[in-house]
Nanobody, 120 residues
Framework: QVHLVESGGGLVQAGGSLRLSCAAS????????MGWYRQAPGKQRELVAR???????NYGDSVKGRFTISRDNAKNTVYLQMNSLKPEDTAVYRC??????????????WGQGTQVTVSS
C-alpha cells in the first residue's frame, strides 16, 4: 500500500558527495518520521539520520556535520545530502518511513535499499 522509491546511490570517491532521495507513495494518513539507515558488511544496521514530523532531527555520531536530512512534505519525499564521504560510509542505505492511522497504530515501511560505495 505504501511504496518507497529510492534513488541517488552510486560510486563516489572519498571526499565527494551524493544526494539520496526517497519518495513515498500510496495511502498515507500521516507521516510520523522519515529516516535513513545503513548496513555495512559485518555490521549491524545503524541509524544515519531521522527526521520527525515535528522537525526534530537525529543523526548518527559518525555522520554529524557531514550529512543532512531534509524533506519535501508536498511530495512525501525525504532526502539525504551526504558530503565529505569516507570509505567508512560504504553501505547499503535504506529509507524508512513511519506512518500512523487515526487509531494511533504505527507502521514502518522500508525501501529496497540503495548501495553507496566510497572509494579511497
Amino acid at each position: 500500500q505504501v511504496h518507497l522509491v529510492e534513488s541517488g546511490g552510486g560510486l563516489v570517491q572519498a571526499g565527494g558527495s551524493l544526494r539520496l532521495s526517497c519518495a513515498a507513495s500510496g495511502s498515507i494518513f500521516r507521516i510520523v518520521a522519515m529516516g535513513w539507515y545503513r548496513q555495512a558488511p559485518g555490521k549491524q544496521r545503524e541509524l544515519v539520520a531521522r527526521l520527525a514530523s515535528n522537525g526534530t532531527t537525529n543523526y548518527g555520531d559518525s555522520v554529524k556535520g557531514r550529512f543532512t536530512i531534509s524533506r519535501d512534505n508536498a511530495k512525501n519525499t525525504v532526502y539525504l545530502q551526504m558530503n565529505s564521504l569516507k570509505p567508512e560510509d560504504t553501505a547499503v542505505y535504506r529509507c524508512n518511513l513511519v506512518t500512523d492511522v487515526p487509531s494511533g497504530l504505527r507502521y514502518s515501511h522500508w525501501g529496497q535499499g540503495t548501495q553507496v560505495t566510497v572509494s579511497s
